[in-house]
């Protein structure tokens, strides 16, 4: 019996056509291309099972960023754009379960860590999805992002500017126009404050060592990501953000019906805009 086995999978094996080198170019080229749109889109699922790690280590201050959203004023339900982990609806539920919260995120990698760690907030649900189209059926009265699809950087007394996740600029357009479905007349988007970007390395708490590096690029910059354990490259992700001058993120704000309201706060975690 053992023998007769052995023979089929033999035949078998001997009638499969081996791969050629056009297939296995194919093959290769697809691949690339996978990685190569990933890095296009934002997708972190190189980063997902390092980023609380790295991010807890200082990198964001997660309470901090939770006082500032609840200092917006009153809600009743929000939206988070590229939610990530969860770390911040996490630090939201706690304090006030009550609020509808829905987060969405392009990277089924962060969302699969999310699920547990919000599993016990009935109301806190979560989405998979790109904002440059996407449909969850309801409105909110706050939506926001943080260091997730758009955020503004604030160098000292120079003008903010906004970074977007989203290199080209027809896609940022239609992430404004689907965010704006989702946020209900007089709400408010919130979009996170972030200090200048610039290479450096750091150790981590699980005593890996994190690194990242900025390149300039044509309409905005690239940058690299890595974690390093001892000499080994663990992680390591590549992404390419598009940057807008101030006067420019205004004006495409602007056409989707978000106006700029300055506030007087500090330390300045979001700007905020009102939808008309
Ligand atoms: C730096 S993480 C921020 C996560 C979270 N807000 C936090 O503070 O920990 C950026 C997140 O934005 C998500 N993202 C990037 N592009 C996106 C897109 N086009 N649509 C939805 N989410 C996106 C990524 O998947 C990633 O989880």
Known sequence: MAKICQTNRNDKIASMPSENSGQQLEKIIRRMTNAISRELMGDYTNMSAYYDAIMTSGYYDY?????????????DSILEIGCGTGLILEELAKRNSALVMTGMDLTQAMLTIARPRLARFRNVSLSLGNVIDFNLERQFSLAFSYGGVWYFVIDGDKEPFMVSHLP???????????????????????????????????????GMKYSQKIAPSQNGFTKHYY??????TVMA??????????AEARKMLSAYGFEYEPRDDSPKQFLGFKKK
Do not use: M, W
Not at 63 to 75: A, E, F, N, R
Not at 227 to 232: A, G
Not at 237 to 246: G, S
């Open 237 to 246: 992700q590549t992404l390419h953000y598009r940057t807008y001058t101030f």
């Open 63 to 75: 309470k901090g960023i939770v006082d500032s959203l609840l200092s917006h004023g009153p809600t």
């Open 168 to 206: 080209e600029d027809a896609d940022n357009h239609k992430g404004l126009e689907y965010t704006a479905k989702h946020v209900r007349g007089n709400g408010t988007l919130l979009l996170g404050v972030q200090g200048p970007h610039f290479d450096y390395e750091r150790v981590i708490s699980n």
């Open 227 to 232: 974690l390093d354990d001892d000499s080994r």
